[in-house]
């Protein structure tokens, strides 16, 4: 199998400001995930795509091999990770006249996972006739159970999924997850026919809730250092 590793570093974030190359357990933030690749030991390439100069100028000192830089189309408040993905894979193939079979994306926000996170997921892309693998924890809310909704016209709430019949306890609904942002993994082929996430052979690869926090808040960014130095120590 012929594998890229893509991270993707966006310059803009409301939630916490740059937060992709602040300080974190004595790397930039982002320079874990590149880490995380190179050390999987899976990839033939591991590729940084930014639109931060602040990224592109050290990305190659934590183990990228290719450094693509991200059309501000890709880049604004509105554009989505997985065509900035396709583009950094597209670019590469280009460069070095190749093509692979396999895609996976890092998030620069989920620091946690450990390499074995990593390997089993693409182990279950290329094992099964998966044509994408997401990552997840067990949720803590169920929408069959204790997860609402609310009704903006009423102003009423109501259990988000309902069952057939009335639900008791939580071990008898479906078990459900939710997604980490950590490793996302494609068969190429399927990711550039259809730039997307979801398809209907899609797998989950669980991990444990103790690796599953990514950073949207200042908030999220303190406990994630929180985790990260306390298994440093």
Known sequence: MNRICTITVRAGSKGVPGKNWRLIAGLPLFAHSVRHAAEAGIFDRIVVTSDAPEVLDVAGDHGATDIVVRPLELANDTAGKVPAIVHALLETERRHHTRFDTVVDLDATSPLRSIADIRGAVELLETTGADS??????????????????????????????????VLRRQDVPRTFDMNASVYAWKRDSLVADPVVFFPTTRLFEMPES???????????????????????
């Open 211 to 233: 690796r599953s926090h990514d950073i949207d808040t200042e908030l999220d960014f303190e406990f994630v250092r929180w985790l990260m130095e306390q298994r440093k120590d």
């Open 133 to 166: 693998v997401i990552t997840g924890s067990e949720s803590r809310r169920s929408p069959y159970f204790n997860l609402v909704e609310l009704d903006s016209v009423s102003g009423t709430v109501a259990v988000s999924k309902r069952p057939g019949k009335p």
